[in-house]
T-cell receptor, first 110, second 117 residues
Framework: LAKTTQPISMDSYEGQEVNITCSHNNIATNDYITWYQQFPSQGPRFIIQGYKTKVTNEVASLFIPADRKSSTLSLPRVSLSDTAVYYCLVALGGYNKLIFGAGTRLAVHP | SAVISQKPSRDICQRGTSLTIQCQVDSQVTMMFWYRQQPGQSLTLIATANQGSEATYESGFVIDKFPISRPNLTFSTLTVSNMSPEDSSIYLC??????????????FGAGSRLTVL
C-alpha cells in the first residue's frame, strides 16, 4: 500500500480557499486517491475520490497531476465548520482495506 | 448511504475485564472493517471481518485480544479482552458502499469510546 505524506496542520480564515497537498510517491497504477474528513467524536466521512486530472463535487475539488505522485484537495471558501482533520489515502479501487495516515488538522478562524 | 449503528457509544471499564462492541448495518455487506483511534491519533486498522470466515488481523493485533464475530451480512462484534488503560480508544466499524459518483467509499459508524481505568 502506498504511503502518503501530508502537512500536520494548517490554518485558514473564513471565506478563503484552502489547498491541502498530499504526496504519494509510490502510488501504484491501479490506486485511487481518496480524501476523508473527520470531526471530533465522529467517524471519518468521504469527501472526494479521483484517479487522474481533476474531480469536482459539491464540496471540494481534487487535482491530480499527470505523474500522480501528489494530489491537492481544494476547499473553496471555507467556513468555521470546515475545521476538521483531513486524510489522504491511496489504495486499489474496489473493496480493499484502507490505511489512514496522520492526516492534516485544518483550523478555520473567524 | 448505509446507516451503521454501534453499541455502546461509550463505556468506562475496569482493568482486566472484557467488552464487546456491536456493529449493525442497515444493508447487507460483504466486508466490514474494525478500526481503533487512540486519543489525538489517526485510525489504525485492526481487522477485516468477512461473513462465513475468520477475520483477517493486521500486524500488531491478535485474535485472542480482539476476537471478532460476523454471524451474518449485517452484523459484527469486536471484543476487547483483558483490557488495560492502553486500550482506551475509540473503536470504529466501517463498511464499503458506492456513492453517487460510483466510487467505492468507506462509511463509518460514530464509534465506541472506551475508557479503561
Amino acid at each position: 500500500l502506498a504511503k502518503t505524506t501530508q502537512p500536520i496542520s494548517m490554518d485558514s480564515y473564513e471565506g478563503q480557499e484552502v489547498n491541502i497537498t498530499c504526496s504519494h510517491n509510490n502510488i501504484a497504477t491501479n490506486d485511487y486517491i481518496t480524501w476523508y474528513q473527520q470531526f471530533p467524536s465522529q467517524g471519518p466521512r468521504f469527501i472526494i475520490q479521483g484517479y487522474k486530472t481533476k474531480v469536482t463535487n459539491e464540496v471540494a475539488s481534487l487535482f491530480i497531476p499527470a505523474d500522480r505522485k501528489s494530489s491537492t484537495l481544494s476547499l473553496p471558501r471555507v467556513s468555521l465548520s470546515d475545521t476538521a482533520v483531513y486524510y489522504c489515502l491511496v489504495a486499489l479501487g474496489g473493496y480493499n482495506k484502507l490505511i489512514f495516515g496522520a492526516g492534516t488538522r485544518l483550523a478555520v478562524h473567524p | 448511504s448505509a446507516v451503521i449503528s454501534q453499541k455502546p457509544s461509550r463505556d468506562i471499564c475496569q482493568r482486566g475485564t472484557s467488552l464487546t462492541i456491536q456493529c449493525q448495518v442497515d444493508s447487507q455487506v460483504t466486508m466490514m472493517f474494525w478500526y481503533r483511534q487512540q486519543p489525538g491519533q489517526s485510525l489504525t486498522l485492526i481487522a477485516t471481518a468477512n461473513q462465513g470466515s475468520e477475520a483477517t488481523y493486521e500486524s500488531g493485533f491478535v485474535i485472542d485480544k480482539f476476537p471478532i464475530s460476523r454471524p451474518n451480512l449485517t452484523f459484527s462484534t469486536l471484543t476487547v479482552s483483558n483490557m488495560s488503560p492502553e486500550d482506551s480508544s475509540i473503536y470504529l466499524c466501517s463498511v464499503y458502499e458506492s456513492d453517487v459518483s460510483g466510487a467505492n467509499v468507506l462509511t463509518f459508524g460514530a464509534g465506541s469510546r472506551l475508557t479503561v481505568l
